[in-house]
């Protein structure tokens, strides 16, 4: 493997339990590939709000009810604090919204932006479209790269012959770790790269794991 260093786009929505797997897994990748991680937003409900009516009661109450809410949070700060606020902020997130069972509420919003040293009132941009453009063409930059028909997380790095590799998933529990997390970097990147494939896919069969 090359030592030169390389930097992955990393497109996620706090709320997703599923990219919130991945992107551990993307931190354990750092550690044993000369990976970097650019942290960069995009929004399930911006992807999901012209097609509430095919969605199930449940997951269309979550897209106009929960989901606008801890993205708009995390572009608010990256806007008014800069970009190497975002990874911790996600990291505070995630862990409280999912490992911690906290859920996408303002609580656990307000103790994310306390525990990373924002100021707590960034929590009122949850109900404000204030940086809603921005927040739109980071989704865009994202969803672009790999079509319309796919969630989140999405990744895009460089591939081996420099032209850029994009995908969405890796879907996965539990988050591989050392080197069983380097062999799935290694082979997402074999498949990803290769002309004209498209998806690998199975039934999942088991609950995100935030062990």
Not at 15 to 27: G, Y
Not at 40 to 64: F, G, P, Q
Not at 125 to 141: C, G
Request: contains cysteine; hydrophobic residues 40%; aromatic residues 10%.
């Amino acid at each position: 493997m090359s030592e030169s260093r390389t930097t992955a786009d990393f497109f996620f929505d706090p709320l997703c339990p599923w990219a919130w797997m991945t992107s551990r897994w993307m931190l354990e990748v750092g550690k044993v590939r000369p990976v970097d991680v650019r942290w960069k937003v995009m929004s399930l409900a911006v992807l999901n709000e012209n097609r509430l009516d095919e969605l199930s009661a449940e997951y269309r109450e979550t897209m106009e009810t929960k989901a606008w809410g801890p993205v708009r949070v995390v572009v608010a700060a990256q806007q008014l604090h800069g970009d190497e606020v975002v990874g911790p902020l996600y990291t505070a997130l995630g862990t409280r919204f999912h490992n911690d069972g906290e859920g996408p509420s303002r609580e656990a919003i307000a103790g994310a932006l306390r525990e990373v040293g924002l100021p707590e009132d960034l929590v009122e941009y949850a109900d404000k479209d204030t940086y809603d453009a921005e927040l739109r063409a980071s989704h865009t930059e994202g969803i672009e790269k790999v079509g319309q028909d796919v969630g989140t997380p999405v990744i895009a790095v460089p591939g081996p012959d420099g032209d850029e590799v994009a995908f969405f998933g890796p879907v996965v529990t539990p988050t591989p770790r050392g080197e069983a997390a380097a062999r799935l970097w290694d082979g997402t990147l074999l498949v990803a790269s290769t002309p004209g494939f498209y998806e690998i896919k199975r039934t999942r069969t088991a609950a995100p794991s935030f062990v």
